[in-house]
């Protein structure tokens, strides 16, 4: 049976990297793929999903007016080869309506579905799809990476500007190591300004 699943995680935990991985298995065994990424994320071009450590994938961007069935309706019109999985990465970007349509995909076409993105965003509160993803998930795992400062378990996200921590303004602004870095809950509060000066 084909289900949903969430795997969320802080700033630098590898998640881009894992769904390339994940594609590159499935393709090499001559499985189809569907791989998307939100059309919000143009850090290193549009209709891509890349990790940081330059490694990147083609995929098809999607937006909050997105119809996920309408994306996987075309592609089915395109090739009648089954597609044996759908990743998506940034899923944070999705919206409610979204995420449902991704569970009636994996209910009713028998496709698994693995979204990776982001849990809260840097003022600790859940994006939409995230709060979604929680919600109509099959299965949730956490991807652990560690601290900038401490080298505890990360588990939120420092926003940064010039040395400094930030934490009022708008929800999303892409970015990466420059304006963001994963942080545990106390060194959320209290980072070491030192170490972020130097960034």
Sequence with gaps: MAQL?????????????????????YEEQGKRVLLMNSALDTRYGKNVV????GITKPAISYDEHTSMLNILQAAMEESPERIHCILIDEGQFLTESQVKQLAQIVDYENIPVIVYGLKNDFSNNLFEGSKALLIYADKIEEIKTVCWFCD??????????????????DQVLIGGNDSYIPVCRKCYSNPNLKVLEKK
């Design 5 to 25: 699943y969430y795997r969320y995680s802080s700033m630098n935990a590898s998640k881009s990297i894992e769904v390339i991985k994940i594609a590159h298995n």
């Design 50 to 53: 890349a990790s940081r450590i």
């Design 152 to 169: 505890k378990k990360a588990t939120m996200v420092l926003r940064v500007l010039d040395g400094k921590p930030v934490y009022t303004g």
